[in-house]
Every structure is written in structure tokens, then in C-alpha cells.
């Protein structure tokens, strides 16, 4: 049990915009889930986004399992059916945002359990989207760069051929067309 008002897991972090939701330049690695809670809080406490029922079993999962993070007192505070929900969620993520990063991985694993349709549209979610697209793109684009510019090497091109005729394992069921008509249209000839 904790002490009211006492956190074990180190500093408090700030509240709101305060909190960085971007790295400084040259660091560019992905977002914490605390930066991505500052980032989600003002989509999850618009009205009617999630349920007095959905708040209830966060609240209750934050609780209940292990790891535990909310005490007694605090899940009594933030399932109180007396304050409305809105203030009883903007409570419960301004919490969590001075908590640790254990404590907001908790509470998306809770989202996503008890409000699945809700967590696949959140805007940190669709933020890594582009990310992964661009960095697949890039690949791509470096892939297709080097077949043009490459002489037509009859030493180097069989073996570029088997390299990416098992491609298609790895990748997606879209690019492998392009793979394969690629591996079927033999320029050169064998």
C-alpha cells in the first residue's frame, strides 16, 4: 500500500505541455508512453469517447493486478460516481502523467483491453503509422535506385535475383507482386 500523496518510483513528471512530446534534434527515437498519454489525453477526455463502464475497468485493472498502480484510495477517488466522468478521467490521466513509464504502459494495456476500438484510433497510434510507411518506402525507393543504376553485371545480377526471390517471404503480399514480376522479366536473357 502506498502513503497518500507518496510515490515510490522516483520524480514526478510534469503536467500538460510541459511534458515534451517530441525529442530534441539528433535524438529521434520513439515516444515514451508517458509522451504518448500527453499526446492521447485531449482525444480520450472528449465527450463520449469512453464509457463509465470502460473507466470503471481501467481504473479497476489499475488496481487489481499486478503490477499495481493505483492504490485503494486512489481507484475509490477516480470511480467515484459522484464527480462526472469527464473530471474523473482528466484526474486519472494527469495522474498517471506525473507517474512513472510503467504506470502509463499499464494503462494503455488496460485501453486496449477494455477499449480496443478506441486504442487502434488514437493519435499516438496513428503517428508511428507514416514512420514505418516512410521508413519501408525509403527501402524501396534505395532498392529500385541501385537495380536501374547498376550495370547489367551477368556475374552480379543471378545472384541479386535469388536475394530477392525470397523476399517475398518477408514482405507484404502487395510489394511480393512487384518482386515477382520483376524476377520473371529477364532482360538479359539466362
Same mark, same amino acid.
Not at 488496481?63 to 459522484?82: C, G, I, T, W
Not at 543471378?158 to 536475394?163: I, L, Q, S
Given at each position: 500500500?502506498?502513503?497518500?500523496?507518496?510515490?515510490?518510483?522516483?520524480?514526478?513528471?510534469?503536467?500538460?505541455?510541459?511534458?515534451?512530446?517530441?525529442?530534441p534534434?539528433?535524438?529521434?527515437?520513439a515516444?515514451?508512453?508517458?509522451?504518448?498519454?500527453?499526446?492521447?489525453?485531449?482525444?480520450l477526455?472528449?465527450?463520449? #469517447?469512453? @464509457? %463509465? !463502464?470502460?473507466?470503471d475497468?481501467?481504473?479497476?485493472? &489499475?488496481?487489481?493486478?499486478h503490477?499495481?498502480?493505483? +492504490?485503494?484510495?486512489?481507484?475509490?477517488?477516480?470511480?467515484?460516481?459522484?464527480?462526472?466522468?469527464?473530471?474523473?478521467l482528466?484526474?486519472?490521466?494527469?495522474?498517471?502523467? #506525473?507517474? @512513472? %513509464? !510503467?504506470?502509463?504502459?499499464?494503462?494503455?494495456?488496460? &485501453?486496449?483491453?477494455?477499449?480496443?476500438?478506441?486504442? +487502434?484510433?488514437?493519435?499516438?497510434?496513428?503517428?508511428?503509422r507514416?514512420?514505418?510507411f516512410l521508413?519501408?518506402?525509403?527501402?524501396?525507393?534505395?532498392?529500385?535506385?541501385?537495380l536501374?543504376?547498376?550495370?547489367?553485371?551477368?556475374?552480379?545480377?543471378?545472384?541479386?535475383?535469388?536475394?530477392?526471390?525470397?523476399?517475398?517471404?518477408?514482405?507484404?503480399?502487395?510489394v511480393?507482386?512487384?518482386?515477382?514480376?520483376?524476377?520473371?522479366?529477364?532482360?538479359g536473357?539466362?
Amino acid at each position: 500500500m502506498r502513503r497518500a500523496g507518496a510515490h515510490p518510483r522516483g520524480k514526478a513528471k510534469p503536467v500538460g505541455r510541459a511534458a515534451s512530446v517530441t525529442s530534441p534534434p539528433g535524438n529521434r527515437t520513439a515516444p515514451t508512453f508517458c509522451d504518448r498519454l500527453v499526446q492521447d489525453a485531449p482525444f480520450l477526455t472528449e465527450r463520449g #469517447r469512453l @464509457s %463509465e !463502464q470502460q473507466v470503471d475497468s481501467i481504473v479497476l485493472q &489499475l488496481n487489481r493486478y499486478h503490477p499495481q498502480v493505483l +492504490s485503494d484510495r486512489e481507484a475509490e477517488k477516480f470511480r467515484n460516481p459522484q464527480t462526472s466522468l469527464r473530471v474523473r478521467l482528466c484526474d486519472l490521466l494527469s495522474h498517471l502523467q #506525473r507517474s @512513472s %513509464e !510503467q504506470d502509463c504502459r499499464e494503462f494503455y494495456r488496460a &485501453l486496449c483491453l477494455h477499449a480496443q476500438p478506441l486504442h +487502434s484510433r488514437l493519435p499516438s497510434r496513428h503517428a508511428l503509422r507514416p514512420m514505418s510507411f516512410l521508413a519501408c518506402l525509403g527501402v524501396a525507393a534505395g532498392l529500385a535506385v541501385l537495380l536501374y543504376c547498376c550495370p547489367p553485371d551477368p556475374k552480379v545480377l543471378p545472384g541479386a535475383r535469388r536475394v530477392l526471390g525470397f523476399s517475398p517471404v518477408i514482405l507484404q503480399r502487395h510489394v511480393s507482386r512487384y518482386l515477382l514480376a520483376f524476377l520473371a522479366d529477364d532482360p538479359g536473357g539466362p
